[in-house]
């Protein structure tokens, strides 16, 4: 039996030390001079993977940083360090100038968006990027790696997914109203950040065909952005999916459970575990390790299974179909 990740408060498993979980090793030996823009607690998580993985890593910041090569500006670090792949970090309601900043400095290298892509729906400017990737890294968790081989096999009746975290634990360095998460405005809200379940959904069920919800800001939680969600949809392979996505819960919850003609499926990727028909399989792996197979896949090429950029903004169109249901109180229909 393989034990599975430590209980934790952050469901994203926002790591503070390099040494809190042994690193995936890399076994290319391909190096890459790597950039990454925006440099807070998902920055230093991927900055740390890359370096892990042996790749020449300098960051983009306007703060002062613990890290040995700092850039103030993108265009000054593009013309610098003439980087081959960018890690967009930053804020997401600065996703788009970045992108921009990328395009005037004619950047033709590979690119990854920590998800979502933008904080509102937008179509992605013209560029010449070699490729362009959404860090939905919960592709590569071997759970839903598995559960997804199982369940194409499967003739699909319904699909419930369930996620919450207490947003004032998420971050214990900082006070949660200060976070990017309580504000609407930087891109914050369950909805866009808890969006991996939207992505994971789509991967494994197709684009969603019509489609209703209900949610906002609910709770006592000091925030302006959304905080409790709960969406209804049908896809071509499953009549009935439904998503409850909160930043109330506690301890953390992430839980996905399929009816389908061969049995029920039942995933809980907090203990790692997968039940199928009532036979469990365990799996040690924890999140964090899933930004490292993320990189190692664009240092491979071997991208199949990363999110691309049409499955990133069809996230960010049903992000925007969920909130127009809710406030109008209608289905939406594509």
């Known amino acids: 039996m393989v034990v599975g990740p430590p ?91 970045d992108l921009k900043a990328l395009i005037a400095c004619l950047f033709t290298g590979t690119v990854l968006i920590e998800k979502p892509v933008f904080d509102h729906q937008i179509d992605l400017p013209e560029n010449n990027f070699s490729n362009i990737f959404i860090g939905y890294n919960l592709r590569l968790h071997p759970l839903l790696v598995r559960m997804k081989a199982l369940l194409s096999r499967a003739t699909i009746f319904a699909v419930h997914a369930y996620v919450g975290s207490d947003l004032t634990r998420w971050r214990p360095q900082i006070d949660y109203r200060d976070s990017n998460s309580a504000h609407r405005k930087e891109g914050g809200g369950v909805l866009k950040d808890l969006s991996h379940e939207l992505d994971y959904l789509n991967w494994m069920f197709g684009q969603w065909r019509h489609l209703t919800a209900s949610g906002g800001h609910v709770s ?50 907090i203990a790692g575990t997968l039940d199928v028909a009532g036979k469990y399989e365990y799996f040690g792996a924890v999140i964090q390790d899933t930004y490292t197979k993320q990189h190692q896949a664009v240092i491979d090429g071997n991208t199949s299974n990363l999110c691309g950029i049409d499955d990133g903004l069809e996230i960010m169109q049903m992000i925007h179909a969920a909130e127009q249901a809710s406030s109008q109180k209608i289905w939406v229909m594509r």
Request: net charge neutral.
């Open 7 to 97: 209980d934790r408060t952050d469901l994203d498993n926002f790591a503070t030390s390099p040494h809190q979980y042994k690193p995936l090793l890399s076994e290319t030996h391909r190096k890459m001079r790597v950039l990454i823009i925006g440099f807070g607690s998902i920055g230093i998580k991927h900055a740390r993977s890359l370096s892990n993985l042996g790749q020449d890593v300098a960051v983009v910041s306007r703060r002062a940083v613990d890290w040995p090569k700092v850039y103030g500006s993108i265009p000054q670090a593009i013309a610098d360090w003439a980087p081959q792949y960018v890690v967009i970090a930053s804020r997401t309601s600065e996703h788009w100038a």
């Open 220 to 269: 006592a939680l000091e925030i302006d952005s959304d905080d409790v969600f709960s969406i209804l949809y049908k896809t071509d392979r499953c009549p009935v999916i439904t998503i409850q996505m909160n930043y109330l819960d506690s301890p953390p919850r992430r839980e996905f459970v399929a009816l389908t003609d061969t049995g029920t499926v039942r995933a809980d990727l």
